[in-house]
């Protein structure tokens, strides 16, 4: 199928315009700022304090075990 150069035109403008379009709808540029709400705020610090509280119980387990590996040698 050939395309003339009248729809390969028509089709890189298409392109063109949604490549624009999805850069315009990006969050948290300069232009386009985050507005934060409370609930936004609230909920991203309680999965932090989740993911933190994760990552303390692996280093804990991990305390545990070596202690408990070096007490049976």
Do not use: C, D, F
């Amino acid at each position: 199928m050939k395309i003339s150069q009248q729809q390969l035109r028509k089709i890189i403008m298409e392109e063109m315009a949604a490549h624009k379009q999805s850069q315009m709808l990006q969050e948290g540029t300069s232009g386009n700022p985050l507005k934060v709400t409370s609930e936004y705020l609230n909920a991203l610090i309680q999965e932090e304090y989740a993911s933190y509280q994760r990552k303390q119980q692996l280093a804990e387990s991990r305390r545990r075990q070596r202690a408990s590996q070096s007490k049976r040698r």
